[in-house]
């Protein structure tokens, strides 16, 4: 690992070692970053990461981990319902914020964190890290290129038949919805692939089996975008058969996952439908961390603002509102 040197580094912290185990090697393994510190409430997590990163401290109390003045940036990795509560008590202590995914789970939520980022003067966004997937960013780099025309249709799946564990990610009240985990990623994508602004949503839900439960059996969105294009996005606990992640069409082909991480990309050469296999590129998760470096060393732009962490979130609630009123819904921008 290379040497950190002092005053060109981000001393940073993590609260909530389930998720943040992921946080702590990254910012660990960047020679930009010195992880100083992890909190959570559980002292077996706590034991765990001092046994990971034996040089930082361990905290129970996010206060005191706030009140410190050796570290720079905090991530948060808590349950999705106290996002909000957690990221304004940083931020107000001086600390710049990283939040998992979903930003939190409501627009007034997302509001009031990115009003107290403007405040504090301090860097706030959110941990989309799936914008750094192979698959994502090839297909993405594909419709660049053009090889298949003007997208008019993108639908993305996840999900199969299987029985949720009864934690705190099934408990609607804690998590948002079926949408706010996996799903979040999928808006984002589709967000990141329609440069248009959305007409409207219309949302279905399901809760038909998994009744010990609190979140959706399933959740399925239509998106409506200003220039035509319609994404079809689902998130199921309840899907038999299944279906591939991705299936994009443009006026001039399409593309789907092929075998062995690549896609199937179909286009139109001349008067004829031609197919090959594109590799996928290489996932960069780490890049993240690398961008926040960056944006606070050196201040280059950051790859997910917080704004961006509210559009999705404005989009899931549309999804909801359409559900509940059974018709569609028009997503509420700032």
């Known amino acids: 690992m290379a040497t950190r040197v ?48 034996p040089e930082i401290d361990t905290l129970g109390s996010m206060s005191k981990l706030l009140g410190r003045d050796d570290i720079d940036l905090v991530t948060i990795a808590t349950p999705h319902n106290v996002h909000c509560k957690h990221v304004v008590a940083a931020l107000r202590a001086g600390k710049h ?33 799936r914008r750094l997937d192979g698959d994502f960013m090839t297909i993405r780099q594909t419709i660049r290129d053009g090889l298949i025309g003007e997208v008019f249709q993108i639908d993305v799946f996840g999900g199969s038949y299987h029985k949720p564990h009864d934690n705190w990610r099934s408990n609607q009240k804690i998590c948002g919805g079926a949408l706010y985990d996996w799903g979040a990623h999928f808006v984002d994508w589709v967000l990141g692939l329609v440069p ?80 090959m296999s594109v590799p996928c590129q290489k996932s960069r998760w780490p890049d993240y961390y690398g961008n926040i470096a960056d944006h606070l060393l050196r201040r280059k732009p950051l790859l997910v603002k917080p704004e961006e962490g509210r559009r999705v979130i404005g989009v899931i609630e549309a999804i909801a509102r359409s559900s509940k009123a059974k018709q569609s819904a028009p997503v509420r921008y700032p």
């Open 196 to 275: 248009a602004k959305i007409v409207n949503v219309t949302g279905f839900t399901h809760k038909l089996v998994w009744d010990f439960v609190t979140l959706e059996d399933q959740a399925r969105a239509i998106v409506r975008f200003a220039n035509g294009c319609v994404a079809d996005i689902t998130n199921s606990r309840i899907d038999m058969v299944g279906r591939e992640r991705w299936r994009v069409l443009g006026t001039r082909g399409g593309i789907t996952l092929g075998p062995n991480n690549t896609l199937k990309v179909r286009t139109r050469v001349g008067d004829y439908n031609a197919e």
């Open 6 to 53: 002092p005053g060109k580094t981000v001393r940073s912290a993590v609260v909530g070692y389930g998720m943040g185990k992921l946080h702590a090697r990254h910012m660990h393994d960047d020679p930009r970053f010195e992880l100083k510190a992890v909190c959570d409430l559980d002292p077996a997590r706590t034991a765990q990461a001092k046994a990971d990163f």
């Open 97 to 129: 914020t990283i939040v998992e995914k979903p930003l939190c789970i409501s627009t007034r939520e997302a509001d009031r964190m990115i009003d107290a980022a403007a405040k504090a003067e301090r860097m706030f966004t959110c941990y989309q890290n």
